[in-house]
């Protein structure tokens, strides 16, 4: 059947419209009843189902959408640190099943499925179909067309984990966010360096246009012209942008002074490295400040007409406008930790232009930087890692009762979690249905049990009842206990026996069963096995290095407390880099009085010998012990030549010409100088240069290689400069005082010297 084309006005024809399935259908009635989100990625970033529904999959956006269509409210209740824990999703759908039967009196809008829906993939029609079932009820209420009923066959096909197995929690926390990547590249106009030089300047500049178009845009025009109480009290303080703002002015100073001396890269992040720890708790607050700008924006009118009057304050007070300029708060905050995952970057930049030039010293300095930000960058996204894990843990604990420790993250990593399974103690009779968190080293069960509300009367007068589902704290075992984990299989279920011995008999009240009917031989295989890894890992010994061979030592837990007077990140006293993240884990060594990365304790490293091989040149270079080796006061090009007319190849001296006001370096070339091997009597001058960085004082002859002293300077060019023998030195002739006092030290009115670019 041939395609129907429209009529156009000019005669021609228009291509028919492309039919938009049903999950794009619902991707944009969401964006079109949505007005704030800080979900990442966004909505316009969703291409395909699957990212729709794993946008949709925590439960926060259905419920921030529900309250906002029917109420112009966000719903009180929602837990946005899920993290992929099923139980703090599953709270959020449960929530917004609950209110859609209330507000809207749709019943199954999730049909059997109910809060389960999102566990497998192929069911995510479903999830359409009561999406669509509400537009089309809301659509003459908030004047948006709904969209129409949607067809099970539209579903792709993805792989997912079925319902019965376990749900693996820690392994799938955490994704790249590089959403604010482009807007930051483009802010703060970053370029591409082609040479050392220009990747020097490029490190420097990038800082100077994040202090000015974010830190000091922020501060400005946001954190100094608020007038709402709750941003001030709630918002703006996890900004730090005081102690954020002074880092990176005191970092300006120091790369000002690197644009003369590339060698200070490697002295300036090991300088700045602890203070770059402000990252760890800015970075970590980032998501909770979005959603709360979100939701205050969506419900808090004050709040909204707060934010759009400080913005367009911003718009309006930049002096210098471009189209780079950025008023939106949410992207200048985004902007924050984006800056800081960009020197790694340009520290490899500046790397790799060093090694071309030749700069060996340049090379070794940056490697080191790199490796401190590399680091740095690793912990400080663990951090973020680990904050949102104590958050979701914390969530959790809420939903339970009698819990009798104070946090269920000192547990440790939750590896997976076991929905329902039916339970016992050897000790008791009867299974009860539980609930399990296994940790990497404990197992936390749960019982789990309906209790029944009366909520009221009916019309008819009978009894209005709720069930409610509830997960009361059992015990907790830990797994290195368990000596022995053994699968039994009847006729009619499964079983798994998780022993612990005391002695050569079972400890009845330390060793579990769990029994799974035979439609769930899968879970009760996978449970097997994740058990029993957890259980060898558990009771294994710390692996030592051979520098640590018999050494008293054990497990190293410790969580980084922000707010207290000592804020204390762990270093490896092997490596010295940081323990990743706020639950800092390694080893405690009481022999070595040290804590160790895993890695680096059980390592056999041997003594490393910085081997220096012996250069050919060094035989060439005669040590100075002190400047007057070589000063010789203000004598003139024509006597500097004198005095140099007689000496060996390679000798050199300094002198200051009052003409210029600027000490010169004259040497005797040498046959190591290129073309030089025939002239042997041609002196050469260069110009020292002076520049004051920030109160200090810097010389230099080619630019970026300056050091604070003269002293320094003819050390560190020794070399490229064949500066080989000073001519006041003890090995050098007797006559040089001599001839010195003979020509005397007047200078003549003009000198030739060899021009320094910059």
Request: hydrophobic share 35%; proline share 2%.
């Amino acid at each position: 059947m041939a395609s129907r084309l429209w009529s156009s006005p000019g005669g021609g024809t228009r291509p028919k419209e492309k039919k938009l399935d049903d999950w794009e259908k619902c991707r944009n009635w969401l964006k079109a009843v949505t007005p704030t989100s800080a979900k990442v990625p966004s909505l316009n970033e969703i291409t395909t189902e699957y990212e729709l529904h794993q946008y949709l999959k925590d439960g926060t956006e259905l419920c921030r959408v529900i309250g906002l269509v029917t109420s112009k409210q966000v719903l009180v209740g929602i837990t946005y640190r899920t993290n992929s824990i099923s139980n703090l999703e599953e709270k959020n759908i449960k929530l917004f099943i609950s209110y859609v039967e209330k507000e809207l009196n749709i019943s199954n809008i999730f049909g059997s499925q109910r809060e389960q829906v999102f566990r497998k993939f192929e069911n995510f029609y479903k999830v359409l179909e009561g999406v669509s079932k509400i537009s089309k009820q809301l659509e003459k209420n908030i004047n948006v067309p709904g969209f129409d009923g949607v067809k099970k066959g539209q579903s792709v096909s993805y792989e997912a984990e079925d319902e019965d197995e376990i749900n693996v929690v820690y392994e799938k926390l955490y994704g790249d966010n590089e959403t604010f990547d482009q807007i930051y590249v483009e802010y703060i106009n970053c370029k591409d360096p082609t040479d050392l030089h220009e990747a020097i300047n490029e490190m420097a500049e990038v800082n100077k246009s994040f202090i000015k178009r974010v830190l000091q845009n922020l501060k400005t025009n946001f954190v100094e012209k608020n007038t709402n109480s709750l941003l001030n009290k709630n918002f703006f303080p996890s900004l730090k942008i005081d102690e954020l703002l002074l880092l990176h002015e005191d970092i300006d100073k120091e790369f000002e002074a690197m644009k003369i001396s590339y060698i200070k890269v490697g002295s300036i992040f090991e300088k700045f490295r602890d203070r770059f720890l402000i990252y760890c708790s800015v970075s970590s607050k980032l998501e909770t400040m979005q959603q709360f700008l979100a939701d205050q924006m969506a419900n808090n009118i004050d709040i909204r007409e707060s934010i759009s009057e400080l913005e367009k304050s911003a718009t309006k007070s930049m002096v210098a406008k471009d189209d780079r300029n950025v008023y939106r708060i949410k992207e200048l905050i985004g902007m924050i930790p984006q800056h800081i995952m960009r020197y790694p970057m340009m520290l490899a930049q500046i790397q790799g232009y060093a090694e071309k030039e030749g700069q060996k010293e340049i090379v070794k300095e940056t490697r080191k930087s790199w490796f401190i930000m590399n680091n740095l960058m690793k912990h400080i996204e663990r951090y973020i890692q680990d904050y949102d894990y104590i958050e979701s843990m914390a969530n959790l604990k809420n939903e339970m009762k009698d819990v009798p420790v104070a946090n269920l993250h000192s547990f440790g990593v939750l590896s997976f979690e076991v929905d329902e399974v039916e339970m016992k103690l050897v000790a008791d009779e009867n299974y009860r249905n539980f609930q399990l968190m296994c940790f990497d080293r404990y197992i936390v069960a749960s019982e789990l049990y309906t209790e029944e509300h009366f909520e009221g009367l009916t019309l008819l007068g009978n009894s209005k009842v709720t069930h409610k589902r509830i997960k009361r704290f059992f015990k907790y075992f830990k797994m290195k206990e368990f000596h022995e984990i053994r699968r039994a299989d009847t006729k009619t279920y499964i079983t798994l026996h998780l022993k612990s011995f005391d002695g050569i008999d079972m400890d009845n009240h330390k060793s579990i069963i769990l029994k799974f009917p035979l439609k769930k031989e899968k879970q009760a295989k996978i449970l097997h096995d994740h058990f029993e890894e957890l259980r060898m890992k558990a009771d294994q010994n710390i692996d030592t290095g051979t520098p640590h061979d018999g050494h008293e030592c054990e497990l190293y837990r410790k969580e980084v407390i922000e707010n207290t007077a000592e804020v204390e990140h762990q270093k490896c006293t092997d490596c010295g880099e940081y323990l990743l993240g706020k639950l800092q884990t390694g080893i405690k060594c009481f022999t070595c009085n040290g804590i160790f990365h895993e890695e680096c304790f059980k390592s056999d490293k041997e003594e490393v010998y910085d081997e220096h091989l012996d250069d050919p040149e060094d035989i060439f270079i005669i040590p100075v012990d002190a400047i007057t080796d070589y000063d010789m006061g203000t004598v003139s090009k024509a006597v500097a030549e004198d005095l140099l007319a007689d000496r060996q190849m390679g000798t050199f001296l300094l002198r200051y010409s009052q003409r210029t006001s600027n000490y010169i370096i004259s040497r005797k070339l040498h046959g190591n100088d290129p073309g030089e091997r025939t002239n042997r009597n041609r002196v050469v001058h260069h110009v020292i240069n002076e520049e004051e960085v920030h109160g200090t004082k810097y010389y230099w002859m080619e630019y970026g290689q300056g050091q604070t002293s003269i002293l320094d300077l003819v050390e560190h060019h020794r070399k490229s400069h064949r500066l080989y023998i000073p001519i006041n030195n003890s090995e050098s002739e007797d006559t040089t005082q001599i001839t010195l006092e003979m020509v005397g030290s007047n200078e003549p009115e003009h000198e030739e010297l060899i021009p320094v670019t910059r």
